[in-house]
């Protein structure tokens, strides 16, 4: 099972790009990487999607090394309104396999300040 | 596009009592699950259906709870009889069967936003 591991919190100011890592040393070769928001009494939802390499979006950027083992979510000049929590997801895409879990990870609480 | 769709939104019930959620997902979606979030953690799966059918029921805890998803649409999420741990956030989000965009296909979760249960 490919287990996530996030840091529990992160700081940062309006204005600034936040990068946060989470690690997956047991990823399996059909399974995606995919990073949730969540605000209080809300349910997450969806920000980006990867497989490997890079990809963007209009709200954020997701980094993936050769070896998939981790991921890094990027968001560029984050406002007080991307205080929340984030989670990284592993887990296989659907169409011929959808075995394994779907796991989320801890979270990452970020917290940013005026 | 309406969103995925649960009810109620709060619950308070005694120990011992039981009590059900229910969720309408997303026209069209395939997929429904249903997790459980205790306080400060991340949501956890409970089942997954793909139509009607059990994809993953193997953190479900059988002995009380139970899930149906009668002709593959809505679902009912049933905890009998209720113990206090069993408060949490209960959500249940949907998703389409492999949505193949630029050789790459995509299993995005929309979730709904959830029953707050709490078990005194």
């Known amino acids: 099972l490919a287990k996530t591991t996030q840091p529990i919190s992160m700081d940062s100011y309006e204005g600034q790009e936040v990068n946060i890592t989470c690690s997956h040393n047991n990823i399996a070769t059909n399974d995606y990487i995919t990073w949730y928001q969540q605000f209080p009494s809300q349910g997450p939802r969806f920000i980006i999607q990867?497989?490997?390499t890079k990809v963007t979006n209009e709200v954020a950027s997701l980094f993936i090394p050769a070896d998939r083992k981790s991921s890094t979510l990027s968001l560029p000049r984050v406002s007080l309104s991307d205080t929340a929590v984030y989670y990284c997801?592993?887990?296989?895409?659907?169409?011929?396999?959808?075995?394994?879990?779907?796991?989320f990870g801890q979270g990452t609480t970020l917290q940013v300040k005026p | 596009e309406a969103g995925v769709a649960q009810s109620p939104r709060y619950k308070i019930i005694e120990k011992r009592q039981s009590v059900a959620f229910w969720c309408n997902p997303i026209s069209g979606h395939a997929t429904l699950y249903w997790y459980q979030q205790i306080l400060g953690q991340g949501p956890k799966l409970l089942i997954q259906?793909?139509?009607?059918?059990?994809?993953?029921d193997s953190q479900l805890p059988k002995d009380r709870f139970s899930a149906e998803r009668l002709k593959g649409v809505d679902s009912t999420l049933k905890i009998q009889p209720a113990k206090l741990e069993d408060s949490a956030v209960y959500l249940c989000a949907s998703s389409q069967t492999g949505v193949r965009e630029r050789e790459q296909v995509k299993n995005i979760q929309y979730f709904g936003a959830g029953t707050r249960l709490s078990v005194l």
């Open positions: 990867g497989y490997k």
């Open positions: 997801l592993v887990g296989p895409f659907y169409g011929s396999s959808n075995t394994g879990k779907l796991i």
């Open positions: 259906f793909q139509n009607n059918g059990v994809v993953d």
